[in-house]
């Protein structure tokens, strides 16, 4: 483990020192992260409930705004303009997961997400998609029961994909009854979010174990979308995954600089059969690299008896 965590340690420490460290903050937010719903009343309404569809890549990403601007006063000691808000990590990878076209329909039997079709569409046979709607739909549902978002917590449904709704939640009686060790995380990290005692460091801690308990259930459920891609594809996704689990231990902070800057070095499209890392000629030669590194990580990981 001790190994593995360097490994990732200097992965991380290897970006930072490659990227200007001069921003403007609006260049940063995620695409159509401007024309996404800012607030409950931009959403549809049906008896008294308001109703995200969360298959739409606008309604999704403005759940993350909303989340955003609603927890942005808990951040303000620590940054203007709520950069220091550790929950950008989320609305950011899903962005570049958006940009990237890994929200797509992966079997091809559809247009949804694709750019020629119906691009704003986020496919449910999407590996990427669906480990995203857990570390979407339960932060944003458990935010609204820690009293976080103003509203009551039967105020708020989702609509339910084409296909696996068991898979999935809508509500948050629903995540609390099916995901409750998940929700109970991501409560406790509000509820010391509303702390006037907790430091950065501490709100980090409680973050990451939400998140990784979200993800032990998503990685439990979707394994099988991973047959829809290439090779590459999958071998990264898999890399991408274990490298997330050994960011957790370090709480590496996910503020809206930190996790851009990273994201910066990750794939630019899918990746595709005849793909031979790391001599992928449109990539760069730190994305190259960046390859390189999380596939060794994960044999390492592999070699050593640990796998997932």
Not at 133 to 140: K, T, V
Not at 226 to 246: P, T
Request: aromatic letters at 16%.
């Amino acid at each position: 483990m001790t190994f593995h965590l360097s490994w990732a340690c200097v992965i991380i420490c290897c970006i930072f020192a490659s990227l200007a460290k001069t921003f403007n903050i609006s260049d940063m937010y995620p695409p159509l992260w401007k024309e996404s719903p800012g607030q409950f009343s931009d959403y549809k309404i049906e008896n008294g409930k308001y109703i995200i569809n969360f298959w739409h890549y606008p309604e999704r990403l403005g759940m993350y705004k909303i989340l955003l601007n609603k927890t942005a006063k808990y951040f303000a000691k620590f940054s203007p303009e709520n950069e220091q808000n550790i929950l950008w990590g989320l609305p950011i990878h899903h962005g570049w997961q958006y940009h990237t076209g890994r929200l797509a329909d992966p079997t091809q039997s559809t247009d949804c997400g694709l750019k020629s079709g119906d691009h704003l569409c986020i496919s449910v046979d999407s590996w990427w998609a669906d480990l995203n709607y857990y570390l979407s739909a339960m932060p944003f549902l458990a935010a609204i029961d820690s009293g976080i978002m103003g509203i009551s917590s039967d105020n708020v449904t989702f609509l339910p994909p084409s296909k696996d709704q068991m898979n999935f939640c809508y509500s948050v009686s629903n995540c609390q009854s099916s995901f409750p060790e998940a929700m109970k995380k991501w409560n406790e990290f509000y509820q010391h979010i509303k702390s006037h005692s907790s430091s950065f460091d501490d709100l980090l801690e409680y973050l990451w174990a939400a998140h990784v308990s979200s993800l032990e259930v998503a990685h439990k459920n979707f394994q099988n979308r991973l047959k829809y891609y290439s090779k590459q594809e999958a071998d990264f996704a898999r890399s991408w995954a274990l490298f997330v689990d050994y960011l957790a231990p370090p709480c590496f902070p996910t503020t809206l600089i930190r996790t851009y800057e990273f994201q910066k070095e990750l794939p630019r499209r899918m990746l595709v059969s005849g793909d031979k890392v790391p001599f992928i000629s449109d990539f760069s030669g730190f994305q190259n690299i960046m390859l390189f590194a999380l596939n060794l990580l994960h044999k390492v990981h592999t070699y050593t008896g640990s796998v997932e």
